[in-house]
């Protein structure tokens, strides 16, 4: 149950705030993460349990961030805590592979119809460099396509035109250009990759017809989490899936966000589109870093002992191989992504019902498990990340923070989704909608509708 007093907005924030305070002198910003900066309402958690956070004056919140989808079974589950103590007694790095590493593979590889071999790494950013260089060694070509609104990581190589681009900014539809997310980007890197726009066809083919003979490889979020979750088409995947047959491109299905999430097999399996190299990190440890790059064992051999390198002093450490046996432990064994299914239906569909009783217009966008909300009277549904652009972001931020006041705790960040555990109990979900229509209501007379 919500502790309703410790979450009264009236209440002081008063340790949570010194603390932020230290923060701020030893961390830039304040934290670790551009992405957990938020002003003056930046939160310090100590501690999380289940579907559950607590802040530094022990205000607890009912967690719909899950440290931006990590955290699929809920904070400090179990199984996984158990995987992890027992392998704690044996240690954590070895300058050798160790059997983890091994078994870990295996089930993916069993669990993954579009994963033939894999390769670790620590994190989604590390995972989608290795796959971008390991395609650039298979096709001997060195540009890149992504699409607009899509993160993939924060090295050079993809932080260009990602949904923290400036609205307008892009360029023309027609011709869509890179814009760097940050400085600090060497100038010359914009011009290994090119933009196109999500589900948008005719662009990406004339795209590839174009350009294809210098393309390595198109990199795509399946489905677009950092663009609310936008969805593809029906065809657009396959759509792309035989641009690249044809002009000899590398297919790369970055699963950092939707991996071990949607579907046991991710996307390859829920669309039924195999990529020939697929990305994973996030969901996979349920928050312990772990990550992986994995596809067809052609392509994945290209890795070779003074040919193609990959790899880094923490890949396949032991405790995240551990953490990852635990994940996999509860999809198969204990069935927790249909769990998340179910209750992330019962949660969007609530909101929707909500918000349309309250004449708000809105869009939801995404899948049970990780969904958002599109604040908009625009019609027809988005389809790409310019559409995104198009809604009130203001809304979504004001509905976040009124949420927190009520001990729920959603990404203020209106492209950021909604992210679902299995330990959400239907009792969480009925008590968030309650807050839900409260928030709504509260915050209804201060928008122009």
Same mark, same amino acid.
């Given at each position: 149950?919500?502790?309703s007093?410790a ?5 002081a924030?008063n ?7 230290r923060a ?8 670790t ?15 999380g349990s ?9 205000r ?7 440290a ?12 996984v805590?158990?995987r992890?103590?027992?392998?704690l ?8 592979t160790?059997p983890l590493e ?5 089930r993916?590889?069993?669990m993954?119809?579009?994963v033939e071999?894999l390769?670790?790494?620590?994190s989604?950013?590390?995972a989608t460099?290795h796959?971008?260089?390991i395609?650039?060694?298979y ?5 890149i396509v992504?699409?607009?609104?899509a993160?993939?990581g924060?090295h ?10 400036p609205?307008?900014?892009g360029?023309?539809?027609r011709?869509?250009?890179p814009v ?8 010359m ?6 933009i196109t726009r999500?589900n948008?066809f005719?662009?990406?083919e004339r795209? +590839?017809? /174009?350009?294809?003979h210098e393309?390595? *490889? @198109?990199? %795509?979020e ?15 995947l396959e ?6 047959d044809?002009?000899g491109?590398?297919l790369?299905f970055?699963?950092?966000k939707?991996g071990?999430?949607?579907a046991?097999?991710?996307a390859g399996?829920l ?14 440890g ?9 596809g067809?064992?052609e ?5 070779a002992?003074?040919?193609v390198v990959q ?15 635990? +994940?996999? /432990?509860a999809?198969?064994?204990?069935h *927790? @992504?249909? %769990?998340i299914?179910e209750?992330g ?5 609530g909101?929707?019902?909500i918000?349309?009783e ?5 869009e939801?966008?995404g899948l ?28 979504y ?9 009520r001990?729920?705790d959603?990404e203020p ?10 330990a959400?109990?239907?009792a969480?979900?009925d ?14 007379p201060h928008w122009?509708l």
């Amino acid at each position: 149950m919500l502790t309703s007093t410790a979450n009264s907005p009236h209440t002081a924030h008063n340790r949570t705030r010194a603390t932020f305070e230290r923060a701020k002198r030893v961390l830039p910003l304040g934290v670790t993460s551009n992405f957990r900066y938020s002003g003056d309402t930046t939160l310090v958690i100590k501690r999380g349990s289940g579907a559950y956070v607590w802040d530094m004056d022990d205000r607890q919140y009912l967690d719909y961030r899950l440290a931006y989808g990590p955290v699929i079974l809920g904070h400090s589950h179990p199984g996984v805590l158990k995987r992890i103590t027992d392998q704690l007694g044996n240690g954590n790095l070895y300058a050798h592979t160790h059997p983890l590493e091994i078994d870990v593979a295996e089930r993916i590889v069993a669990m993954h119809p579009a994963v033939e071999k894999l390769r670790y790494a620590n994190s989604g950013t590390e995972a989608t460099m290795h796959a971008v260089r390991i395609a650039r060694a298979y096709t001997n070509r060195e540009k890149i396509v992504k699409f607009e609104g899509a993160y993939h990581g924060n090295h050079d190589y993809a932080l260009f035109s990602t949904a923290n681009m400036p609205a307008n900014g892009g360029g023309s539809p027609r011709s869509p250009i890179p814009v760097p997310q940050s400085s600090g980007i060497p100038t010359m890197t914009r011009e290994l990759i090119h933009i196109t726009r999500y589900n948008a066809f005719e662009h990406v083919e004339r795209l +590839v017809r /174009d350009k294809g003979h210098e393309i390595a *490889a @198109l990199l %795509v979020e399946p489905v677009m989490g950092n663009a609310v979750c936008l969805m593809p088409e029906p065809g657009y995947l396959e759509h792309l899936r035989k641009l690249c047959d044809q002009a000899g491109i590398l297919l790369i299905f970055d699963e950092v966000k939707t991996g071990f999430r949607i579907a046991p097999g991710g996307a390859g399996e829920l669309f039924g589109v195999k990529a020939d190299l697929t990305t994973f990190a996030k969901a996979l440890g349920n928050g312990y870093p772990i990550a992986a790059v994995g596809g067809r064992a052609e392509v994945m051999d290209t890795i070779a002992m003074a040919q193609v390198v990959q790899g880094g002093t923490y890949c396949g450490h032991a405790l995240g191989c551990a953490a990852a046996m635990g +994940v996999l /432990d509860a999809i198969e064994q204990e069935h *927790a @992504l249909d %769990v998340i299914k179910e209750r992330g239906q019962r949660l969007k569909d609530g909101m929707h019902d909500i918000l349309t009783e309250q004449g708000i217009p809105h869009e939801m966008s995404g899948l049970p498990s990780m969904f958002g909300i599109i604040f908009t009277p625009r019609t027809p549904k988005a389809r790409e990340f310019r559409d995104v652009m198009s809604g009130n972001f203001q809304m979504y931020t004001d509905m976040a923070y009124a949420l927190r006041e009520r001990g729920i705790d959603v990404e203020p960040d209106a492209r950021e989704p909604l992210f679902v555990s299995s330990a959400h109990t239907v009792a969480d979900i009925d008590n968030t909608l309650d807050r839900f229509n409260d928030a709504i209501k509260t915050c209804k007379p201060h928008w122009v509708l």
